[in-house]
């Protein structure tokens, strides 16, 4: 069974920084994709970034040159590094991978940004 571990979350001061982790277990088969996302209430869960087996990543407009992705993959882990953070990064954020077909998705893990 494929389960996912996130941590990292909390409190920051606008401009503070935060890293995100998240680390999959159970996976018989390579993990394509992992990646972020955010949600906040009411509104639809956005992507955030994701990192590709190969190494090719993807951001939204929202975070590129504040948050930068990386992966472990001897650890099945994938990593958000959020700098520069400000009020409206705010949000419960969510890791997913994708094994083959199948996409997986973490508990999530509440980031606040104060102002």
């Known amino acids: 069974q494929v389960r996912l571990v996130e941590s990292g979350g909390g409190l920051v001061q606008a401009g503070g920084s935060l890293r995100l982790s998240c680390a999959a277990s159970?996976?018989?088969?390579?993990?394509?994709?992992m990646g972020w996302y955010r949600q906040t209430p009411g509104m639809q869960r956005e992507l955030v970034a994701t990192?590709?087996?190969?190494?090719?990543?993807n951001y939204a407009d929202a975070v590129k040159g504040r948050f930068t992705i990386s992966t472990d993959n001897a650890k099945n882990t994938v990593y958000l590094q959020m700098n520069s953070l400000k009020p409206e990064d705010t949000a419960v954020y969510y890791c997913?991978?994708?094994?083959?077909?199948?996409?997986?998705w973490g508990q999530g893990t509440q980031v606040t940004v104060s102002s």
């Open positions: 990192i590709t087996s190969g190494g090719s990543t």
């Open positions: 159970g996976t018989r088969s390579s993990i394509n994709t």
């Open positions: 997913k991978i994708m094994v083959g077909p199948s996409g997986y």
